[in-house]
T-cell receptor, first 115, second 119 residues
Framework: AQKITQTQPGMFVQEKEAVTLDCTYD???????LFWYKQPSSGEMIFLIY??????QNATEGRYSLNFQKARKSANLVISASQLGDSAMYFC????????????FGTGTSLTVIP | GAVVSQHPSWVICKSGTSVKIECRSL??????MFWYRQFPKQSLMLMAT?????????EQGVEKDKFLINHASLTLSTLTVTSAHPEDSSFYIC???????????????FGPGTRLTVT
């Protein structure tokens, strides 16, 4: 079975501080991709970062980095130097190779950046 | 970049009428498109997967006769909500896959969503 778990319904962070959003996953597929998306109040899904299951290094994209711990099946998102515009819902997603390209989404974490 | 559009961005309709939502990949060809539904403060729920030229594959619990999906070309998929009822009010999001072998073909590109309100 495929499963993505985000245990933090809501998080608060002070502006300019770093914050970690947790994500764990479960799959029996040896090949998969892990994604983080940001969804502001407008509703659009904004791609943030991608980590392949065979990638040796943790992915980074600007202020976003993915702390990939394969043995623990975790893929936490780290946002450095938080900005007010980072306030949004954040979804972790997994895409196993053998499931017809389907994405599995977590329940999301609502991040609020405090000035 | 790869852009996916949806039209309309929001729609209000009366109970019992049908509504069509279009999803277009603007600058790439999409062999597969996906339709999601999202209720307030909840995650995206996959409704169906559509492949160009073939019938859509619906997820368990999604009524295929109520949510008609047509993927007529490599750049267009449509979702028609037939005989809409207030409980169908939701945010509908489509996404598209690029052809295998294209840059970043691992990524799924999302449309901006359509907010449907049924009165």
């Amino acid at each position: 079975a495929q499963k993505i778990t985000q245990t933090q319904p809501g998080m608060f962070v002070q502006e300019k501080e770093a914050v970690t959003l947790d994500c764990t996953y479960d799959t029996s597929d040896p090949s998969y991709g892990l994604f983080w998306y940001k969804q502001p109040s407008s509703g659009e899904m904004i791609f943030l970062i991608y980590q392949g299951s065979y990638d040796q290094q943790n992915a980074t994209e600007g202020r976003y980095s993915l702390n990939f711990q394969k043995a623990r099946k975790s893929a936490n998102l780290v946002i450095s130097a938080s900005q007010l515009g980072d306030s949004a819902m954040y979804f972790c997603a997994m895409r196993p190779s053998n499931t017809g390209n389907q994405f599995y989404f977590g329940t999301g974490t609502s991040l609020t950046v405090i000035p | 970049g790869a852009v996916v559009s949806q039209h309309p961005s929001w729609v209000i309709c009366k109970s019992g009428t049908s509504v069509k939502i279009e999803c277009r990949s603007l600058d790439f060809q999409a062999t597969t498109m996906f339709w999601y539904r999202q209720f307030p403060k909840q995650s995206l729920m996959l409704m169906a997967t559509s492949n160009e030229g073939s019938k859509a594959t619906y997820e368990q619990g999604v009524e295929k006769d109520k949510f008609l999906i047509n993927h007529a070309s490599l750049t267009l998929s449509t979702l028609t909500v037939t005989s809409a009822h207030p409980e169908d009010s939701s945010f509908y999001i489509c996404s598209a896959d690029r052809l295998a072998g294209a840059p970043r073909d691992y990524e799924q590109y999302f449309g901006p969503g359509t907010r449907l309100t049924v009165t």
